[in-house]
């Protein structure tokens, strides 16, 4: 049998194996013993894989966490709101690959679907998304597979985020693997307009789609303007605030001084 592939068998039918909605697949395959014994040896890979790509989610979202405390350090604010994190589902591997006209293999699974562990990070303001991508990249165990940045090119329904591909090493008891794991960066606002943009899409029999199409385009064009104008009002209250500061030397100094006090204190965990 070819390494990595699965038996040839009807595709729904492999499916409710790896879902496990087969509770005796001798009796109503056909199957033989041994081939019954493969695919299950198969399924055993198939869920190591997938605790894989768990401990590679942990692994990226522990250094957000720790760019996000060091920050709150150096600057007092977050630019994380939060984190969300996913394994994709069987179902949603196979009809990937359906779509992709593939039979499942561990092979052409671990190579050509990069979006099987995806972690959302979402910020408060634009500029954020592009420190904490930057400061992720930079570290010298990532690696950068790809990168769409679709806030300086929207997609033509209005989608904006960050979108990046990366592997990361995972230390297991007796290998390493370098796991890719799909990074989604966006604003409060960008994410509140792709989930319901998403549970929209998905309605059926929706009359004037071309019309709710456009209108929600134009909520996307809206957002981003919401969102860049949020920016420049942060900027102009840290810009008036430096300047305070600047046109009062005492005041300075002692604030400068209580800076100090401040960051001798631990970051809340």
Known sequence: MEENALIKLDDEYVEKMFLGQTDNPIAMSGLSLTQVEQIIDQMVEYKKLRMMYTCALKEIRTKFDVLNTEFSVRYQRNPINFITMRVKSTHSIFEKMRRQDQKLSMKYLIENINDIAGIRVICSYVDDIYLLAQ??????????????DYISNPKPNGYRSLHLIVSVPVFFTDQKKDMKVEVQIRTIAMDFWASLEHEMKYKKEIPNQQVIADRLKNCADVISETDMTMLDLRREIEAAGNMEKENDTEQLEIESLLEKIKRLDDPIL
């Open 135 to 148: 400061a992720l990249i930079a570290q010298d165990d990532i690696h950068l597979i790809r990168e769409k």
